[in-house]
């Protein structure tokens, strides 16, 4: 359930996990590399966000970006190819 605080809601680090099916503790490690926004802090130590922080975690959970093919994903691939090949001879 959300919390009011000053008139502002805010959402628990469990509704934001729950809401985009994501684990708290990678919610925690996301945190910790500042790759979304850290929230504040509730007197209960409770970890507290704002809707707009809440929804550039859900485009951070989202977010697609390509592959690589030219680097470690091919040289990994031939790893695969040539471990057939022993077992073909």
Known sequence: MPVQVDGEMYCTNSE????????????????????IPTGMRYRTRQVLFKRNEVEAI???????????LGGGGTKQMGLFRRGSQQEES
């Not at 996990?17 to 790759?35: A, D, N």
């Not at 859900?58 to 390509?66: D, G, K």
């Open 58 to 68: 859900r485009q951070f959970a989202n977010h697609l970006e390509p592959i690589e």
């Open 16 to 35: 934001v996990s729950e809401e985009l099916g994501v684990s708290r503790q990678t919610l925690w490690r996301w945190r910790e590399k500042g790759l």
